[in-house]
């Protein structure tokens, strides 16, 4: 896998997961927590920076979480919705380095996101700096989308419980697409952990 250089990451894992009952980052799948799938499929990838934003059941998360490699960030506001995690993520992440040429959010729910999809974005995005590149799956495009630094002003104006996608739709000619044929399943409910558990090789 290729150095990122020039890109950081950000995970989007501050939801109270209401619909579920219980943290959906700590759901387990491949012999891990999702949210710890995701931070380890990003390991060699050596973004910088790595920002994991928290929110909800944030102690319980940490508890759970080998958090070594990334940088933790507590969203107090959390229950905004994911726009101020998306916010404070930009916000951390041109902290930590400040010269960033894009950044890719990732959620932890969905199970299916792989390194070999990542690296995809990640060379797409690089004949493209200063674009959008998301992946599609069936009518949509959206996350995990790498977002070029002309956009981060953008993310950094979303309010309320509208994500990244938003952005997307207002650039479309700006926007480069890598299909993600299982990125429209995400896990919102028991039924949806059952199906994924019933599919789990």
Same mark, same amino acid.
């Given at each position: 896998?290729?150095?990122?250089?020039?890109?950081?990451?950000?995970?989007?894992?501050?939801?109270?997961?209401?619909?579920? *009952?219980?943290?959906?980052?700590?759901?387990?799948?491949?012999?891990?927590?999702?949210?710890?799938?995701?931070?380890?499929?990003?390991?060699?990838?050596?973004?910088?920076?790595?920002?994991?934003?928290? *929110?909800?059941?944030?102690?319980?998360?940490?508890?759970?979480?080998?958090?070594?490699?990334?940088?933790?960030?507590?969203?107090?506001?959390?229950?905004?919705?994911?726009?101020?995690?998306?916010?404070?993520?930009?916000?951390?992440?041109?902290?930590?380095?400040?010269?960033?040429? *894009?950044?890719?959010?990732?959620?932890?729910?969905?199970?299916?996101?792989?390194?070999?999809?990542?690296?995809?974005?990640?060379?797409?995005?690089?004949? *493209?700096?200063?674009?959008?590149?998301?992946?599609?799956?069936?009518?949509?495009?959206?996350?995990?989308?790498?977002?070029?630094?002309?956009?981060?002003?953008?993310?950094?104006?979303?309010?309320?419980?509208?994500?990244?996608?938003?952005?997307?739709?207002?650039?479309?000619?700006?926007?480069?697409?890598?299909?993600?044929?299982?990125?429209?399943?995400?896990?919102?409910?028991?039924?949806?952990?059952?199906?994924?558990?019933?599919?789990?090789?």
């Amino acid at each position: 896998m290729s150095k990122s250089s020039g890109i950081g990451v950000v995970i989007l894992a501050a939801g109270s997961s209401s619909r579920l *009952g219980r943290p959906k980052q700590l759901l387990g799948y491949e012999n891990k927590t999702l949210l710890q799938r995701v931070i380890d499929i990003i390991g060699p990838f050596e973004f910088n920076p790595s920002v994991v934003v928290l *929110g909800a059941n944030a102690d319980q998360i940490r508890e759970a979480t080998d958090l070594a490699q990334v940088t933790a960030v507590y969203n107090e506001h959390w229950s905004e919705g994911i726009a101020s995690s998306i916010r404070l993520g930009v916000t951390e992440s041109l902290k930590l380095n400040s010269s960033l040429q *894009g950044i890719l959010f990732l959620l932890s729910d969905q199970p299916y996101v792989s390194g070999e999809l990542i690296q995809e974005l990640v060379n797409t995005h690089k004949s *493209g700096e200063q674009r959008i590149t998301a992946c599609r799956y069936k009518q949509n495009v959206g996350v995990p989308a790498i977002f070029g630094k002309r956009f981060f002003p953008g993310l950094q104006k979303l309010t309320g419980d509208v994500g990244a996608k938003k952005i997307i739709l207002q650039h479309r000619q700006k926007v480069e697409e890598v299909p993600f044929k299982k990125g429209f399943f995400d896990i919102d409910t028991e039924e949806d952990y059952e199906h994924l558990k019933d599919n789990e090789i």
